[in-house]
């Protein structure tokens, strides 16, 4: 027999199908995992197939080593992906394999953990005198009483009695694999009637296609989505849920732990290593039926899917960025529609792509029109910070939101307050010469860090020494940029010294279970105010807040990105839809230097069709997606001269194609990105829109032409989210 494997090493040679002879001994299924020589090294390998035949010559063919594992680690499923997104994605094969198991076990670095106790030896009959009376009670209570490791064993017991026991062969001493299970809050389960329209949404999506569930903040989506795996796995399916952020998931994730119990595993890169392994192994094997966390667990190896949700679909971390790059949703529709399941995207704010593909016909649009209480939306007050500066006020905060703030202090209620950017201000100016303090390897400027009085790159995370003088012209007239949430903390905690003020941003959240603990010290806090960037825009619920400030909104507007405006649309609702969910009426004001800016008008009424009509012709007129596909091809190299002399070449190529597709390409150049370096590796790119109905011909040209061309890693991005 001979067995086709994927050898998993990072290199484009290798990036294809090897044979080898399976030897007489060596049982070899598809999808394990074994070892095999290559030239005069043992690597690693994937068996992709089993065969009686092979196609190359048999007497030049070596044989596989041995098995890493005796179960086949990937399932058939999960190859057929790996057929798919090669296609779709480009990527090489070993790159998505790896995808798909931990990378711990991949590497080898963790096992399954044993722990040793001690149990009745079945084969000896108990038999002991009147006098031994605590060892007679052990024996009673490991009759009586399930698996206790031999550290509770032996502090409850004591050793004399244990050893006692041992020594007439009574008990004896036993491993067993135990499980290292994430930590989650515990919550209770509430009993919730639901809705006429969560009743429609759960009795509708249950066909082999894909629902847009399109609910307002407060919707009730959650229970919706609870009482949909409940009906999948009473139907012995399993169920698949993939929520935007590990920040997100503690509140989820105890949701459904107190429904569903033991049958939710967690999967998030915020696990330790163990957890993550012995969370994988337990859906793996069956034990766990619902598989919950972010990107990554999409992949989950789990068969047999009755469900699968993409909570908060139009989330940006659902598109992986660096290699391997792919959308998740399309290996969420891949995985549904393989196994003939509904995939359900839920959002407040669905993406312009899905929103369309709805109104197309493609996507079955199910709508939650009202928050699940009854309560209204909060109102959104528009403030317009230029009035600010004109009648006297310079600071960071409206003269509305501080009146608001002290309003929220008074009652002992919440506050949140929004803001796009972490650390203390953006940037260090000379204001004499106009030099920006820039990261050496990045090209990008440093951002100031005031806790630690710092300046840090957050591409590459490198930290410089603070700038007393200007290094160009020794002037020390110094200037901070626009600010970050530090800053806010700073000031909020002048105005309000004697109020719990935290936040959460990517630097106070670097320690495991951080997220958990700054918001369960938030939800204990009253009067208190919660400073965060986009982490706490989302999903939380919190009974108390009454108030949410967005200090700047205009951040996210003015970037050079065609989805900058559906990004502050979606923000906006975001963040607004965490007040005022409970008893309590809630508020927002948001601050802006553009009060008339049309995303504004539409996101302070919750005109969400209203905003997508006027975006969707936005779009239209200007030939951008979803009307056109953008194709990014991303050269990075720490070679100068070969990266540019590789985009030389590709585009002297892909230009000829000009020829072939005529106006069917829209655009395309070749330019420097716009960081010139990250990790000091040089970055050029070419850009390419295209019209639809000939981007997949024109894509696989582009594919072909660079692929014949380069040595290096080429990035391609469809659609890219972010254009640094
Ligand atoms: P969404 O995810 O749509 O923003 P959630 O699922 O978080 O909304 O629900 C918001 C709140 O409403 C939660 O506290 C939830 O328990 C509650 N809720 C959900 N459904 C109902 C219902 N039918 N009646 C009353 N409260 C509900
Ligand atoms: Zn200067
Ligand atoms: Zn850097």
Redesign the pocket.
Known sequence: MFAKVIIDQDAKALDKIFEYIIPDNLDIDVGMRVYVPFGNRVLQGFVVGVEETCEYDENKLKKIISKIDDFSAIKKELLALMEFMSKKNHLKLASILRLFIPAEMREGKVKELFETHYILNNDVEINLSKNAIKQQSIVDFMKNNDYQASSTQLSQFGYGAIKGLLDKNIIIKEKRETKRTPFVISSER?N????QS?IHAIETMTEDKTYLLH???????????MNLIEKVLSNGKNAIMLVPEISLTPQIMSNFKARFGEAVALLHSGLSAGERFDEWKRLFSGEARIAIGARSAIFAPIENIGVIII?EEHEQSYISESNPRFDTHDVAQFRARYNKCPLIL?S?TPSIESYEKAKLGEYQLIE?PT????KELPKIQIIDMMNEIRTGNSGIFSNQLLADLVNVVNNKKQAMIFINRRGYSSFMRCRDCGYIAKCIDCDVSLVYHREDNRLKCHYCGKQYKVLTRCPKCNSENIKHGAVGTEQIVTKLKEYFPDVKILRMDNDTTTIKNSHQKILNEFKNSLPGILVGTQMIAK?H?F?NVVLVGIVDADQSLYHADYRSTERTFQLITQVS?RAG??ENEGKVVLQTYSPRHYVYKFAANYDYKGFFRKEENIRQTAQFPPFTRILRILFADHDENYVRELLKVCYTEIEKLKEKYGDDIIYLDAMKSPIKRIQDKYRYQIMMRFKLDKADEIEEDVFNIVDKSSKTSVFFEVNPQNLS
């Open positions: 509430k919730i009637k639901l809705n969560q609910g307002v903040t407060g919707s009730g989506k959650t229970e919706v989505y909570d839920g407040a939650l928050r699940a209480n009854g999903g619920d009974e839809g969910r409970s």
